[in-house]
């Protein structure tokens, strides 16, 4: 049993580049979420989804976008990457919407 | 916007202390949860606590949540060099969300 499995784990981009970060769970649940981690600021919720063809914004979505065409896959693009998004990124899905299981998340350096 | 404080941000002690570390919030909250996580790996759910007052035990980790359901405590007996990480409160939120404190980061040297 994988859990939660994101990839890339390292990734560095140019500033305007444009990526994607996949996460896959292997677990049936119908809730997922993308939050970013920066020192002193602790986990911040980008998008998060309530179930399969649905996503919906957090505290901090803008220059992001999201998609969940299947219910184990959650991914997260960036269209035009800046520096400010530099970060680590943690995927997160739940059966329920409260215990959470999170990947060992994607360190995203954009230069 | 509810504010969320985890104290203290810091901690180092010593093998064999004890500690503990506290969630305070201005506001009700319906659950609240307490993650670990260790460097470069995600959270990890330690426990979930729903009912005022109510007191989790997890070996050598108890878990309070206040009676008005605002704040919670974390302790920690006798603690190890394998305890060390960022403890994360959680309280839920409305449409399943989590919303994390900036946590405490804790040290146990040997």
């Known amino acids: 049993n994988a859990g939660v499995t994101q990839t890339p784990k390292f990734r560095v981009l140019k500033t305007g580049q444009s990526m994607t970060l996949l996460c896959a769970q292997d677990?049936?649940?119908?809730?997922m979420y993308w939050y970013r981690q920066d020192p002193g600021m602790g986990l911040r919720l980008i998008h998060y989804?309530?179930?399969?063809?649905?996503?919906a914004k957090g505290e901090v979505p803008d220059g992001y976008n999201v998609s969940r065409l299947k219910k184990q896959n959650f991914l997260l693009g960036l269209e035009s990457a800046a520096p400010s998004q530099t970060s680590v990124y943690f995927c997160a899905s739940s059966y329920d919407g409260y215990g959470y299981t999170f990947g060992s998340g994607t360190r995203l350096t954009v230069v | 916007t509810q504010l969320l404080e985890q104290s203290p941000q810091f901690l180092s002690i010593q093998e064999g202390e004890n500690l503990t570390v506290y969630c305070n919030s201005s506001s009700v909250f319906s659950s609240l949860q307490w993650y670990r996580q260790e460097p470069g790996e995600g959270p990890v759910l330690l426990v979930t606590v729903v009912t005022g007052g109510e007191v989790k035990k997890l070996k050598r980790l108890t878990f309070q949540f206040g009676d008005a359901r605002k704040d919670s405590s974390l302790h920690i007996t006798a603690a190890q060099t394998g305890d060390t990480g960022l403890y994360l409160c959680a309280p839920s939120g409305s449409a399943r969300q989590l919303t994390f404190g900036s946590g405490t980061q804790l040290t146990v040297l040997p």
């Open positions: 677990m049936n649940h119908e809730y």
């Open positions: 989804s309530v179930g399969e063809g649905t996503t």
